[in-house]
């Protein structure tokens, strides 16, 4: 009876590390080949755009700080003027690993990976689109209502 309470324990233990891999490996899935499309630099959670480097030929006009917590991105509107230069500073204090997604722009911050509680990361843009409302959202988080407004403003 021993033998066979020591090989169902093991099964059920080999079960249970199976389950977790699984939805560890959905929470944080590893990058794509290569760093392009995929789950942290393009289609799935980096915004659909080609990635680039977000850094422009003239210094930033202002720098725009960008918190990320569990699960919501402060400030909720963030306000830009077109054409204007900024420098935009996300730093994560929530405790799952996020991104900052602004998918009208093609920038993702930081531009491979996502960062954990208390990194930070910044990328200096300058605004090339027509006044309006744009979404910029957690790519992870998305789905969960992780997003907030960029306003840009004529």
């Not at 490996?25 to 980096?46: F, I, L, Q, R």
């Not at 996502?114 to 027509?130: H, M, P, Q």
């Amino acid at each position: 009876m021993g033998k066979h309470l020591l090989v169902i324990v093991v099964a059920v233990i080999a079960i249970v590390v199976a389950i977790v891999a699984l939805l560890a490996a959905n929470y944080y899935p590893a990058p794509s080949p290569g760093g392009g499309a995929g789950v942290y630099g393009g289609d799935e959670y980096g915004g659909g755009a080609p990635q680039q480097e977000a850094t422009p030929a003239k210094s930033p006009e202002r720098t725009v700080e960008i918190r990320l917590r569990d699960f919501s991105i402060s400030p909720g509107t963030i306000r830009v003027s077109r054409g204007e230069t900024v420098r935009f500073v996300v730093i994560n204090e929530g405790n799952a690993r996020h991104n900052f997604v602004i998918p009208a722009l093609g920038v993702t911050i930081p531009s491979r990976g996502l960062l954990s509680n208390g990194d930070s990361a910044e990328a200096t843009v300058t605004i090339d689109l027509e006044p309006g409302e744009y979404e910029v959202y957690c790519g992870p988080h998305r789905d969960i209502g992780m997003v907030a407004k960029l306003v840009v403003e004529g």
